[in-house]
Every structure is written in structure tokens, then in C-alpha cells.
């Protein structure tokens, strides 16, 4: 199975459009023609990145990429909240 190694900005760009998708699914009808707007943005932004030009945009590439930034983003809350590499169990404050 081929690994994709993404670039910080398009991780960036996925957790963008993973949060106003939630935004917009937590509380619809308030603000939702601009919600739309900024998903669509977003996507192309993803879509028209420069990683897809020199891997190749597939199906698989764009659920990866998904994984890889739902698990960036529960690391960043894991390391904010100060759970150490080692595992939940363990707090470094």
C-alpha cells in the first residue's frame, strides 16, 4: 500500500475544511452560505495544491490525508493538554 507524506500546509489546509465542515453541520442555518463558501475554497485549495501535481491526486491520497490530519490535530490536543509521547497514562507538567 503506497504511504503519502503531505506537506504541513495541506494538512493545514484539511483540518481548515474538517473545522468548518463541523461549524457548519454543528449549526445549520447560521452562517451557512459563507460556511459554503469557505468549504469551497478550501477544497480547491486542496484539490489545486502543488503535492498532488507531482504525486498524483487519487481517492486514496485524499482519505489518507484526511487520516493524516485528524491524527496531527489529536496530537497537537495531546501534546496541549500534556500527555507525553509515552501514552495518555502519562503527564508532563
Partial sequence: MKSFPFP????????QWTAAYRRLADRPGH???EL???????????SAHPYWEASGWSTAGRVELRQAAEA??????????????????????
Avoid: M, P, T
Avoid at 504541513?8 to 483540518?15: G, N, V
Avoid at 459554503?36 to 486542496?46: M, N, V
Avoid at 509515552?86 to 507538567?93: E, H, L, T, V
Fill in 31 to 33: 452562517r451557512e452560505a
Fill in 72 to 93: 496531527a490535530q489529536r496530537g497537537a490536543v495531546h501534546a496541549r493538554d500534556g500527555f507525553a509521547a509515552a501514552g495518555a497514562g502519562a503527564r508532563s507538567r
Fill in 8 to 15: 504541513a500546509d495541506l494538512i493545514k489546509l484539511q483540518q
Fill in 36 to 46: 459554503r463558501r469557505e468549504l469551497i475554497g478550501l477544497s480547491c485549495r486542496i
